[in-house]
Each structure stands twice: as structure tokens, then as C-alpha cells.
Nanobody, 123 residues
Framework: QVQVVESGGGVVQPGGSLRLSCAVSGRIFSIYAGGWYRQAPGMQGNQREL??????????TYSESVKGRFTISRDNARNILYLQMNNLEPEDTALYYCNAQVFMFDESAADAWGQGTLVTVSS
């Protein structure tokens, strides 16, 4: 079983910064890919926007709305994913979810989600 726990959300003024963390634990061998998604107010059901991804080799992708402001990174030794968010805008207000695709010690693979951490950008 895989546990994914996000942290680091909060309330910040426009132009401010936050760093989100995503701790992945369980009988995992490694994280082979990960991503951050967000659900903004008004999105329905399980609708989420892909914010950023990072591959096993460290390659990254970003949505156009956050490119140049957000940076995704990973700590392979500690199985943690990060999302550094700079120059935050009110439109970034959302519940941010971490997704981790992992290899398990039993050689199976798993795709796990956290419960989300809330980011509010407001003056």
C-alpha cells in the first residue's frame, strides 16, 4: 500500500511564494514519475488541472498558466516531490493534489493520490 501526504498549503498574498511537499511512503522501491494537479473553485466532481509533472529521469512539464513561476522537483532518496510556487496569483487558488507513480518492492506498480493541500492567494 502506498501513502501520499501533501503539505505546505496556506494563505498567501498575490506575488508571494509557497513550497508544497508530497511525501510518499509504503513498501515502495522508487517513484518513477510524479505530478501536481489542482482543483480550482468551480471545478466539478473530480475535474482537475494538470499543473506539473516530473519523470524518472527528471524531465519536467508545466501547464502554460504556471510556466516560469512554478518548479517541480524530487528527492529520490527520501521519496518526496516538491512544487515551488513563486509569484502566486489569485487564479492559483485551488486544492493541490500530488500523484505518484511508483515501483513496489514486489515488482508491481501503483498509482497513488494524496488528499490535497489548500492554497489560497488573496490580499
Amino acid at each position: 500500500q502506498v501513502q501520499v501526504v501533501e503539505s505546505g498549503g496556506g494563505v498567501v498574498q498575490p506575488g508571494g511564494s509557497l513550497r508544497l511537499s508530497c511525501a510518499v511512503s509504503g513498501r515502495i522501491f522508487s517513484i518513477y514519475a510524479g505530478g501536481w494537479y489542482r482543483q480550482a473553485p468551480g471545478m466539478q466532481g473530480n475535474q482537475r488541472e494538470l499543473v506539473a509533472t516530473i519523470s524518472r529521469g527528471g524531465g519536467t512539464t508545466y501547464s502554460e498558466s504556471v510556466k516560469g513561476r512554478f518548479t517541480i522537483s524530487r528527492d529520490n532518496a527520501r521519496n518526496i516531490l516538491y512544487l515551488q510556487m513563486n509569484n502566486l496569483e489569485p487564479e492559483d487558488t485551488a486544492l493541490y493534489y500530488c500523484n505518484a507513480q511508483v515501483f513496489m518492492f514486489d515488482e508491481s506498480a501503483a498509482d497513488a493520490w494524496g488528499q490535497g493541500t489548500l492554497v489560497t492567494v488573496s490580499s
